[in-house]
């Protein structure tokens, strides 16, 4: 509605006998004021009646803003009016909506132009002349061949006085704006900024509550889907066999799926061929079928690797009838999503069939099924490799404790051996007596390698420090191996550079020497050479180490196997060779906590170890045994 701004003299009065009374001729200033006042308040008051009738209407936040620019630019009879909304996050006044002639939109910063002026003292302003005034930008006017005059901005501030927007109205179309147009602009900026705020709330609340729907429905998703996970993990969990596995998918994929019937396609490693496994409404127990390549439903979802989701089976013209008749009902509607092997080979294939709602099956469908297959890929993946591994393990495992044995074995036999023929040929009884204490001793040596052997197997630790003279450590080390290695013509050298004690378990530190002295001898068994022993102390890390190399003069280590050397079973194609030695090497010496490294060339190898020495305090003194981590499966592709 259009509001005057004449002057309008106050309407007369009847008196008691219904005569009417003439105006007073003329008004003091005082009447006049209060009726000036009056007008204005009446002009304001209809103004705001209008506006929270029109903002009554709607809820639509670019509706208000339309409303609420709408009314103020009839009111103040401006030429056109802007309202901008406040972007905190980047500190910007942007133009929300122009009333008037249509312009660009505009973006201020605050503290920029009229209106930015406005936004950042949060009090109104007046301009008559815009031109004059140092705040005011010509850009919008040059742009646009518009002509600015006055201006009148308001801030618009929310329930608890923050600066939201600011209005901003041009040129009034009779005059200037005066101090009752800033006034009037004042109050309805107000009433719109309450608006704007309350419709800006109701809108958040409106995103709050659907966002709240829509997590609502995504958590009871999820729930739904860790409720099947777990189903599905504790049957598969309590699978012994394949057989029991498909059970246990199928029942929870029927159940989750709400299908009449289900299925697992799975093609057998060995064979290639295809079985087909289905459990049913019908029938009490899961029944087996061969299935050809691509047929059926399922078999086309595992050939060609695709979901495949019909509600009209039968016209469908991958079903086959033959199929059907078979499994002894009919495929109404079908879903069926591939299994994938390790390397995203087609293993299988899994399906549900007939949903018994008659609707067919859905995107929900599809993910549940989706999810099942992936749960359900692992899980046969996993059962395979256990079988093959059980398999394996029986196969393998009585040859791995043999080897371990005889490989054991070779030393003292080999020592005993050459006493037992020295024993034939001695007449010296005193003589004959020291060769059966040599042999005695070699028998310890084969318990006590036995029952490394057995540790070693088993992922345990047992060492026992002691207190060790290194000269008769060595020169027992000299009894043992120099009569083997003189008679295939290996020289024997020990360079004892420190003739003082070590600390070490002796028994397995010579077991380490047999070991190494073996490997060298199996080397230069050919053409001869020479076997040397350095022994002397050296500072590493953390103190006083001793240094042990053992060197030969073969032909080196093969490179094909230098980078595990170390490793069960690694062996470079000697005859009779197990491949253990250095595996139980490098054992010991980790048990020690030492370390142990190797320098091959073609003139020979040398092995050398470090062993830490802690002060020699006492006598003996063991590591507790603890249970440690057992070996790795054994690398067996070498000798």
């Known amino acids: 509605m259009s509001i005057s701004r004449a002057r309008r003299t106050p309407a007369g009065r009847s008196s008691g006998g219904g005569v009417a009374l003439a105006a007073p001729a003329s008004k003091t200033p005082r009447e006049i004021e209060l009726e000036a006042a009056l007008e204005k308040e009446r002009r304001i008051g209809a103004v705001l009646r209008e506006v929270g009738v029109a903002l009554g209407t709607t809820l639509d936040l670019d509706k208000v803003l339309e409303l609420v620019l709408g009314k103020i630019t009839e009111a103040l009879e401006a030429d056109r009016a802007t309202l901008y909304l406040l972007d905190e996050t980047r500190g910007e006044l942007v133009s929300r909506i122009v009333h008037g002639e249509e312009v660009r939109s505009i973006q201020l910063r605050v503290g920029e132009g009229i209106a930015g002026a406005v936004a950042k003292s949060g009090k109104p302003l007046h301009v008559k002349d815009a031109y004059k005034d140092p705040r005011f930008s010509r850009e919008w006017d040059e742009l646009s061949g518009y002509r600015t005059r006055g201006i009148l901005a308001a801030p618009l501030k929310n329930h608890i006085g923050t600066t939201i927007g600011v209005i901003q109205v041009l040129n009034k179309r009779h005059g200037d704006f005066d101090a009752d147009d800033a006034e009037l602009l004042a109050a309805l900026s107000t009433h719109a900024a309450v608006s704007i705020d309350k419709t800006r709330l109701f809108v958040a609340t409106l995103q709050k509550n659907h966002q709240l729907l829509e997590t609502k429905g995504a958590l009871e998703r999820r729930v739904r889907d860790l409720r099947l996970l777990f189903s599905l993990e504790s049957a598969m969990a309590r699978a012994a066999t394949i057989e029991e596995l498909f059970i246990a998918v199928l029942g929870e994929a029927m159940r989750a799926g709400e299908a009449r019937a289900a299925a697992v396609a799975l093609r057998d490693r060995a064979t290639r061929l295809i079985s087909v496994f289905i459990v049913d409404d019908k029938h009490k127990r899961m029944r087996r079928f061969p299935l050809a390549e691509g047929q059926g439903l399922i078999g086309a ?15 469908d013209p991958r079903t086959d009838a033959a199929l059907d008749r078979q499994t002894g009902f009919e495929c109404l509607n079908a879903l069926a999503v591939p299994l994938e092997g390790e390397e995203g080979e087609s293993i299988g294939a899994i399906a549900l069939y007939n949903k018994r709602s008659r609707s067919g099956f859905g995107s929900d469908d599809l993910e549940l099924v989706q999810l099942i297959a992936a749960n359900a890929s692992t899980a046969i993946r996993l059962q395979e490799a256990r079988i093959a591994r059980e398999h394996e393990d029986r196969l393998t495992t009585i040859g791995r404790l043999l ?174 060779g197990t491949g253990l030695g250095l595996a139980i090497v490098k054992k010991i010496v980790d048990d020690h906590g030492g370390q142990v490294s190797v320098r091959s060339t073609k003139a020979g190898a040398t092995f050398e170890i470090r062993l830490p020495q802690p002060e020699l305090g006492g006598t003996r003194s063991s590591v507790p045994r603890r249970k440690a981590a057992r070996p790795a499966t054994p690398d067996r592709r070498g000798r």
Not at 451 to 461: D, I
């Open 301 to 315: 979802s595992m050939r060609d690797k695709v979901v495949v989701q019909t509600s009209e089976a039968p016209r």
């Open 403 to 576: 080897s371990g044995v005889i490989h054991d074995f070779k030393t003292p036999l080999t020592v005993i051996s050459g006493y037992v023929q020295l024993m034939q040929s001695e007449s010296s009884p005193a003589r004959r007596e020291a060769y059966a204490r040599s042999v005695l001793k070699q028998f310890d040596h084969i318990s006590a390698m036995q029952r490394e052997v057995l540790e070693f197997a088993r992922g345990e630790r047992s060492i026992l420090l002691s207190r060790v003279l290194l000269p008769t450590f060595f020169e027992d080390v000299r009894a043992q191996l120099e009569p083997q290695l003189s008679r295939l013509g290996i020289s024997f050298v020990i360079n004892l550079r420190d003739h003082g004690a070590a600390r070490f378990d002796a028994d397995k530190m010579l077991r380490v020497v047999n070991n190494l002295a073996r490997n060298a001898q199996e080397a230069m068994a050919a053409r001869g050479g020479v076997f040397t022993i350095d022994v002397g102390r050296v500072k590493g890390r953390a103190g006083d180490e001793l240094a042990l190399c053992f060197s030969d003069t073969g032909p080196g280590i093969p490179r094909e196997i230098e980078h595990r050397l170390f490793q069960s079973f690694v062996t470079s194609g000697k005859q009779g």
